[in-house]
């Protein structure tokens, strides 16, 4: 699977949205992008995830770029119970490939 | 629903000693995961089972760590003699397959070795 780029740290304003990218360049075709966030002291969540469309749920918006190189999680209105880890994936959906989590970016949200 | 539960919370033992850690995965999900997060760090798979059966354990340490889960349901994680670098977070994920999109993690055992 390929490898992601996150920033470490990032803080944002309560009520803003949170723009949180990542980087994988070296994504291949049949690769997902997947999201999952860990906050403080509980195992990871799953947010969202997208091939190629840009896609929403209740939690978040996923926009990925049209060559796939690059995407951005979006929390349209950032709370300050959405401090947490930000772990970025990529995966071959469908298959028992495992999840690679990196170090993610650390988001605060500021009073 | 109930989520994937986990004992204990947390564990703190002297190196060499031996530890074990069990999980209850979500009612109905046929893959169960382990995984080890070091402080600072994401989480790292050690094994995936699906059923009763292994399909990944090729980053488990396997002269130290073994893993089972007898029945398709429960899983136990050993550590057997333990280190000072195994002080981690043991978290344990379920899913309804291998190619779920969605994992469903435990609170974690916080193990501390000294």
């Known amino acids: 699977d390929a490898k992601t780029t996150q920033p470490p740290s990032m803080d944002c304003a309560e009520g803003r949205a949170a723009n949180l990218p990542c980087n994988h360049s070296?994504?291949?075709?049949?690769?997902?992008v997947y999201w999952y966030r860990q906050i403080h002291s509980q195992g990871p969540q799953y947010i969202i995830h997208?091939?190629?469309n840009n896609e929403t749920n209740e939690m978040a918006s996923l926009i990925i770029t049209e060559d796939r190189k690059s995407s951005t999680l979006i929390l349209p209105h950032a709370t300050l119970r959405d401090t947490a880890v930000y772990y970025c994936i990529v995966r071959v959906d469908d298959t028992g490939n495992q999840f690679y989590f990196g170090t993610g970016t650390s988001l605060t949200v500021i009073p | 629903e109930a989520g994937v539960a986990q004992s204990p919370r947390y564990k703190i033992i002297e190196k060499r000693q031996s530890v074990a850690f069990w999980c209850n995965p979500i009612s109905g999900h046929a893959t169960l995961y382990w995984y080890q997060q070091i402080l600072g760090q994401g989480p790292k798979l050690l094994i995936q089972?699906?059923?009763?059966?292994?399909?990944?354990d090729s980053q488990l340490p396997k002269d130290r760590f073994s893993a089972e889960r007898l029945k398709g349901v429960d899983s136990t994680l050993k550590i057997q003699p333990a280190k000072l670098e195994d002080s981690a977070v043991y978290l344990c994920?379920?899913?309804?397959?291998?190619?779920?999109?969605?994992?469903?993690f435990g609170p974690g055992t916080r193990l501390t070795v000294t």
């Open positions: 089972f699906q059923n009763n059966g292994v399909v990944d």
């Open positions: 070296t994504i291949s075709g049949n690769e997902y």
């Open positions: 994920a379920s899913s309804l397959g291998q190619g779920s999109y969605e994992q469903y």
């Open positions: 997208g091939l190629k």
